[in-house]
T-cell receptor, first 112, second 116 residues
């Protein structure tokens, strides 16, 4: 069974203090690793898709990287508006049924 | 990115009544939509996969007769919680994958169901 573990569970940063969120995964046949941002009471907002080890993607202050066992979401000089829960998910399997499995998320709080 | 709209965002109902939640893909066609349930501080749990024009595929442990799913068109899926009970209170989120793309799921805004 596919598994996704995110750490830390919660992270508190000062504005401008860069850090990384971790997503460790085990999956049968990775078809994609996804990062989402979720604000309280809202549905997840898509950020990135990574498909193969070594791949990197950037968007504003966020950069996602991927290895064969984990992914990191690097946040550079975060701002208070970056406060949210960040979810990692993997899509695995073969054939017609490819299930997406989510981690429990990292709740990020950026303090002014 | 693609836009998925979910309605209602909040609903409060009495125990024993049924509630319908709609999920629409606004600017793309989705042959497949997914319904998730999320408890506080927990991960999104896939309930079922909704297939346009055919029966939904339910995950193990999800009652088909309680959570009725209909995917009548390429842009609309509905989830009906039948005979709702307080333990059905949760945050329900739908998602869709754009037809012909490789994987990203786009999510609706979620529906907070409270059963009294």
């Amino acid at each position: 069974e596919d598994q996704v573990t995110q750490s830390p569970e919660a992270l508190r940063l000062q504005e401008g203090e860069s850090s990384s969120l971790n997503c460790s995964y085990t999956v049968s046949g990775l078809r994609g690793l996804f990062w989402y941002r979720q604000d309280p009471g809202k549905g997840p907002e898509f950020l990135f898709t990574l498909y193969s080890a070594g791949e990197e993607k950037e968007k504003e202050r966020l950069k996602a990287t991927l290895t064969k066992k984990e992914s990191f979401l690097h946040i550079t000089a975060p701002k208070p508006e970056d406060s949210a829960t960040y979810l990692c998910a993997v899509r695995g399997g073969s054939g017609g049924y490819q299930k997406v499995t989510f981690g429990t998320g990292t709740k990020l709080q950026v303090i002014p | 990115g693609a836009v998925v709209s979910q309605h209602p965002s909040r609903v409060i109902c009495k125990s024993g009544t049924s509630v319908k939640i709609e999920c629409r893909s606004l600017d793309f066609q989705a042959t497949t939509m997914f319904w998730y349930r999320q408890f506080p501080k927990q991960s999104l749990m896939l309930m079922a996969t909704s297939n346009e024009g055919s029966k939904a595929t339910y995950e193990q442990g999800v009652e088909k007769d309680k959570f009725l799913i209909n995917h009548a068109s390429l842009t609309l899926s509905t989830l009906t919680v039948t005979s709702a009970h307080p333990e059905d209170s949760s945050f329900y989120i739908c998602s869709a994958r754009e037809q012909g793309t490789t994987g990203e799921l786009f999510f609706g805004e979620g529906s907070r169901l409270t059963v009294l």
